[in-house]
């Protein structure tokens, strides 16, 4: 095979690029050599606080290459996806001519979107189910598919105690704040972030969103938001790592990935809340919680049917690009 052109590259490229990161950090370079793509963590764009092990960096890693996998196969390409340690922690997606096949993951890419957002209540059908949990599992990871209101509410009451340490970390508080992007014309300038559009917040100038820092993020009403949105849900996924390193977390990453387009497919709306799995001090309680004796718990997602939000953005491609 030869290399790919540019076009392809940037066509690949774009697509891997609209799968989520942490606080929309888009924390991801692409390179092109021969017949791989080279997918590295851009460090600069880590979360310390939030992510101090650079867990989530790595899962992001892994979502933009299950999206650039199903993009490769609708160009006629097949992808091998490694991680490779020793390469400045890359994934590397090695290209192979294949027969071309536009797959529904491939279609729901440009519709994926992670809705902060109350869900219409109702459960999915036990089909609908089984295909989340077939698509969430793979290689080392797999899904706990959380449906029962006593499941949900034990999650509720770990998120809500994540949720109140992290609103009462002011190192937390403050790494939040700047990736909020209180406006359009901030959210635009920059690309990335957690816009206010995202969430259904109205527009405010930054300086009045500092000023009012203290009025705005308080754990109370959050947890009251966060409550409404929880008990919304059709319900919740756990996906849990068998072996905690940054392979496996790169798997979960994909895992998720494919999760999330086959929901989108499917009509199903989702989003993290990850806090249980984000504050260290909680998360061995919360996989006792979940009958888990050995893993890792990577990613606590909610899920359901609902309305669609306005969408995040994406920096350029040329700022991802090497």
């Known amino acids: 095979m030869n290399s790919l052109n540019p076009e392809q590259f940037r066509e690949l490229v774009y697509y891997a690029t609209l799968a989520p990161s942490s606080h929309n950090t888009q924390c991801w370079k692409f390179r092109n050599e021969d017949q791989v793509i080279i997918i590295l963590p851009d460090r600069s764009r880590r979360c310390p606080v939030v992510d101090p ?62 809705t902060r957002a109350e869900y219409d209540g109702y459960p999915l059908t036990p089909d609908e189910l089984h295909q989340l949990e ?46 909020i992007r209180f406006n359009d014309q901030e959210a635009t300038r920059t690309g990335d972030g957690l816009s206010g559009r995202a969430t259904g917040n109205p527009p405010i100038p930054r300086w009045l969103g500092t000023l009012l820092s203290k009025v705005l993020f308080r754990a109370k009403p959050e947890n009251e938001k966060i409550a409404r949105y929880v008990r919304s849900s059709a319900g919740i996924a756990v996906f849990v790592s068998a072996v905690d390193d940054q392979a496996h977390w790169i798997e979960a990453g994909r895992c998720y990935e494919r999760f999330a387009l086959q929901a989108t497919a499917l009509g199903i709306r989702n989003a993290f809340i990850n806090q249980p799995v984000e504050e260290a001090s909680l ?32 920096r350029s491609l040329d700022a991802v690009m090497i």
Not at 96 to 114: D, G, M, N, S, Y
Not at 158 to 170: E, L, R, S
Not at 285 to 313: H, I, T, Y
């Open 53 to 114: 092990d650079d867990h989530h960096l790595y899962v992001s890693l892994g979502c933009a290459a299950e999206n650039l996998i199903q993009a490769a196969l609708a160009q006629g390409l097949s992808a091998q996806c490694r991680f490779d340690p020793a390469g400045d922690g890359a994934v590397r997606i090695q290209l192979q001519p294949a027969e071309k096949r536009v797959t529904p993951l491939f279609e729901a890419i440009p519709h994926r979107q992670c």
């Open 134 to 179: 077939m698509a969430g599992t793979g290689d080392g990871v797999r899904v706990l598919m959380l449906t029962s209101p006593t499941a949900i509410e034990t999650v509720l009451g770990y998120v809500v105690q994540g949720n109140t340490a992290q609103f009462n970390n002011p190192a937390f508080m403050q790494e939040l704040q700047s990736w």
């Open 283 to 314: 998360r061995l309680a919360f996989a006792r919680a979940l009958g888990l004796s050995s893993g890792r718990p990577d990613l606590v997602v909610r899920f359901g049917r609902g309305a669609e939000m306005p969408r995040s953005l994406r």
